[in-house]
């Protein structure tokens, strides 16, 4: 009996072996793909999910590998074929969308020429052809202007237009099957969505399966036809998407699906995966009455701190005998923060939240405006004064990896800004802070002389709060700092910023992407857009009635498949 199934895995179980201990990363997975049909596997970081995509495409490496089970394409045992047979199937039958398109393209050679080098590879093509056929495909990902994106490099364009140039090498030469590892994480809601219909829309109009990797199960919600739910190796859940997400069967994935903030309510604490898997979920809702409350309290109190009429101009120069041009990244700003508040700031990528941040620091100072800290005017301060100031402001970054010394331990890492704002008379006393912070943010503290590469991304979140919080801030700038964290991990970090503000006094400006988040964590919400406040007032009314078409379209744009009534 003919099948339809274009891709079947039964009972695989992948094993790395390192030093004689066998870690398993996939245990028995099994299901199937059929042809022109989408299926999302979903799951936390460690489950399984990237590492069953590798094993299909014939990726892993095969030294420190056990590997038992079966993957079939077509009735072909590709777990049987040797590398140079795979070559002929990996790129043109099977291809790949990797997460991070910065680190996935060529840094050093042009777009264009990638898609190209994809073409000649695969096909017989020339090179003229080539190139006609690698602008067509620009031109189909929706490229604007795909002539300038295939002479620009990988780090000229946007993230959202570098993950288009891979959606094209990816299609370049008409796969049957699509694997998509994480391709929107990271990336703005709006720019999200796009990314989403366009592969949608690849997928009818080509009839090639799409296999979307993914820890969020809102964003799988919008485009497949199946999810495949995975925990810690192994499938917990395998149904139609409908079925899935009207009834979800498994503890698990009721877990996932709670595991954001509910735009239709507000919860004093999000639930976490744990929590669910313990049974010991318990949402607490703050009341309307008591938000009013609790903000009329705040706002009677003076401005911790003022921006008035800020702008940000860089002068940028294209070439040797080029004019220069000034670039306005923020535009006559305007807006207080009080203690104790929780300020969001949104917007897409470009809008100017993180330059506003840094200006704020004075890491790029402000060329135009004033901001009032505590009622001094802190443009242009330098030395002590300068340094003081780095004490009650502090930032934590969205990359903890990137900002963590590789070379030094997290206990050094902690205890260094101490040691820099001469807190503390002695390094024992600051090994004992150190330890105790570690213990508040949910570390161990017997990974005290452990390095940043041990820990997870979550861990290394949280390390980095640490060595914020060690020099004990007034005001903290959270820069995306959980738009790169999976869903669950994303839940308890939020959740340890709200209980380190509440026992710290702490006041936040948090930056991100994700609406959904910043409507969580925030008392006054300001919206960006080009450099300008579109929008600026509680966080609460914006959502339920935005002024600004900007800001409808940011709500628009927020997967809702999450956001069902699930318990």
Same mark, same amino acid.
């Given at each position: 009996?003919?099948?339809?199934?274009?891709? $079947?895995?039964?009972?695989?179980?992948?094993?790395?072996?390192?030093?004689?201990e066998?870690?398993?990363?996939?245990?028995?997975?099994?299901?199937?793909?059929?042809?022109?049909?989408?299926?999302?596997?979903?799951?936390?970081?460690?489950?399984?999910?990237?590492?069953?995509s590798?094993?299909?495409?014939?990726?892993?490496?095969?030294? #420190?590998?056990?590997?038992? *089970? /079966?993957?079939?394409?077509?009735?072909?045992?590709?777990?049987?074929?040797?590398?140079t %047979?795979? !070559?002929?199937? !990996?790129?043109?039958?099977?291809?790949?969308?990797?997460q991070?398109?910065? @680190?996935?393209?060529?840094?050093?050679?042009?777009? *264009?020429?990638?898609?190209? %080098?994809?073409? !000649?590879?695969?096909?017989?093509?020339?090179?003229?052809?080539?190139?006609k056929t690698?602008?067509?495909?620009?031109?189909?990902?929706?490229?604007? /202007?795909?002539?300038?994106?295939?002479?620009?490099?990988?780090?000229?364009?946007?993230?959202?237009?570098?993950?288009?140039?891979?959606?094209?090498?990816?299609?370049?030469?008409?796969?049957?099957?699509?694997?998509?590892?994480?391709?929107?994480?990271?990336?703005?809601?709006?720019?999200?969505?796009?990314?989403l219909?366009?592969?949608?829309?690849?997928?009818?109009e080509?009839?090639?399966?799409i296999?979307?990797?993914?820890?969020?199960?809102?964003?799988?919600?919008?485009?497949?036809?199946?999810?495949?739910?995975?925990?810690?190796?192994?499938?917990?859940?395998?149904?139609?998407?409908?079925?899935?997400f009207s009834?979800?069967?498994?503890?698990? $994935?009721?877990?996932?699906?709670?595991?954001?903030?509910?735009?239709?309510?507000? =919860?004093?604490?999000?639930?976490?995966?744990?929590?669910?898997?313990?049974k010991?979920?318990?949402?607490?809702?703050?009341?309307?009455? %008591?938000?009013?409350?609790?903000?009329?309290? =705040?706002?009677?109190?003076?401005?911790?701190?003022?921006?008035?009429?800020?702008?940000?101009?860089?002068?940028?120069?294209?070439?040797?005998?080029?004019?220069?041009?000034?670039?306005?990244?923020?535009?006559?700003?305007?807006? @207080?923060?009080?203690p104790?508040?929780?300020?969001?700031?949104?917007?897409?990528? *470009?809008?100017?939240?993180?330059?506003?941040?840094?200006?704020?620091?004075?890491?790029?100072p402000?060329?135009?405006?004033?901001?009032?800290?505590? *009622?001094?005017?802190?443009?242009?301060?330098?030395?002590?004064?300068?340094?003081?100031?780095?004490?009650?402001?502090?930032?934590i970054?969205?990359?903890?990896?990137?900002? =963590?010394?590789?070379?030094?331990?997290?206990?050094?890492?902690?205890?260094?800004?101490?040691?820099?704002h001469?807190?503390?008379s002695?390094?024992?006393?600051?090994?004992?802070?150190?330890?105790?912070?570690?213990?508040?943010?949910?570390?161990? $503290?017997?990974?005290?002389?452990?390095?940043?590469?041990?820990?997870?991304?979550?861990?290394?979140?949280?390390?980095?709060?640490?060595?914020?919080?060690?020099?004990?801030?007034?005001?903290i700038?959270?820069?995306?700092?959980?738009?790169?964290?999976?869903?669950?991990?994303?839940?308890?970090?939020?959740?340890?910023?709200? %209980?380190?503000? /509440?026992?710290?006094?702490?006041?936040?400006?948090?930056?991100s992407h994700?609406?959904?988040?910043?409507k969580?964590?925030?008392?006054?919400?300001?919206?960006?857009?080009?450099?300008?406040?579109?929008?600026?007032?509680?966080?609460?009314?914006?959502?339920? #009635?935005?002024?600004s078409?900007? $800001?409808?379209?940011?709500?628009?744009?927020?997967?809702?498949?999450?956001?069902? /009534?699930?318990?």
């Open positions: 009996m003919a099948t339809s199934n274009i891709l $079947t895995i039964n009972n695989l179980s992948i094993s790395f072996i390192q030093r004689s066998s870690t398993h990363a996939v245990r028995d997975v099994s299901f199937c793909l059929k042809k022109n049909e989408i299926l999302g596997i979903v799951g936390e970081s460690g489950s399984g999910k990237s590492v069953t590798l094993a299909i495409l014939g990726l892993l490496d095969k030294k #420190n590998l056990e590997i038992s *089970g /079966n993957i079939s394409y077509k009735n072909i045992s590709l777990l049987d074929l040797k590398e %047979e795979f !070559r002929g199937y !990996r790129g043109s039958e099977i291809s790949m969308i990797f991070e398109p910065m @680190s996935s393209l060529n840094p050093s050679l042009r777009c *264009g020429f990638q898609v190209v %080098e994809i073409l !000649r590879c695969h096909t017989q093509q020339s090179r003229k052809e080539a190139k690698a602008l067509s495909l620009l031109k189909k990902v929706k490229l604007p /202007n795909p002539e300038a994106i295939f002479t620009s490099y990988p780090h000229q364009i946007s993230g959202g237009q570098k993950q288009r140039v891979m959606i094209a090498m990816a299609i370049a030469c008409k796969p049957q099957i699509l694997i998509a590892d994480e391709p929107t994480t990271a990336l703005d809601v709006t720019v999200q969505k796009e990314i219909l366009l592969l949608k829309e690849l997928q009818q080509t009839g090639m399966s296999i979307f990797i993914s820890h969020d199960l809102s964003l799988v919600s919008e485009v497949v036809d199946k999810v495949l739910v995975m925990y810690k190796g192994k499938v917990v859940e395998y149904a139609f998407a409908k079925a899935l009834n979800p069967q498994q503890t698990y $994935t009721k877990a996932l699906l709670n595991a954001r903030p509910s735009l239709d309510v507000r =919860l004093k604490q999000l639930p976490t995966i744990t929590d669910f898997l313990e010991r979920s318990k949402q607490i809702v703050e009341q309307p009455k %008591e938000r009013s409350e609790r903000l009329k309290s =705040l706002y009677a109190q003076k401005p911790l701190l003022e921006i008035i009429n800020v702008e940000k101009t860089y002068i940028t120069k294209s070439g040797l005998f080029t004019k220069t041009r000034e670039v306005k990244a923020v535009k006559d700003v305007s807006f @207080s923060i009080y104790g508040e929780t300020l969001g700031l949104v917007g897409e990528s *470009g809008c100017g939240k993180s330059t506003l941040g840094n200006a704020i620091l004075q890491l790029t402000a060329t135009h405006g004033t901001i009032l800290y505590k *009622g001094q005017n802190i443009i242009g301060l330098s030395g002590k004064k300068l340094r003081s100031l780095r004490k009650d402001i502090q930032i970054f969205q990359d903890p990896y990137a900002s =963590l010394n590789p070379r030094v331990t997290i206990g050094q890492a902690i205890m260094e800004p101490m040691k820099v001469s807190l503390y002695s390094s024992q006393e600051r090994k004992e802070r150190a330890l105790y912070l570690m213990e508040r943010v949910g570390l161990d $503290t017997s990974h005290f002389n452990r390095y940043p590469h041990q820990f997870s991304g979550g861990q290394r979140q949280r390390i980095g709060i640490a060595r914020t919080i060690a020099v004990e801030p007034q005001l700038i959270c820069d995306e700092s959980v738009s790169a964290l999976d869903i669950s991990v994303q839940a308890q970090v939020l959740n340890l910023l709200n %209980e380190l503000k /509440n026992d710290f006094g702490f006041t936040y400006i948090f930056i994700d609406l959904a988040v910043v969580y964590m925030s008392d006054q919400l300001v919206v960006m857009q080009s450099g300008q406040i579109k929008e600026i007032g509680d966080a609460d009314t914006i959502y339920e #009635n935005p002024a078409e900007y $800001t409808k379209s940011l709500i628009a744009a927020i997967p809702k498949g999450l956001f069902l /009534n699930h318990k």
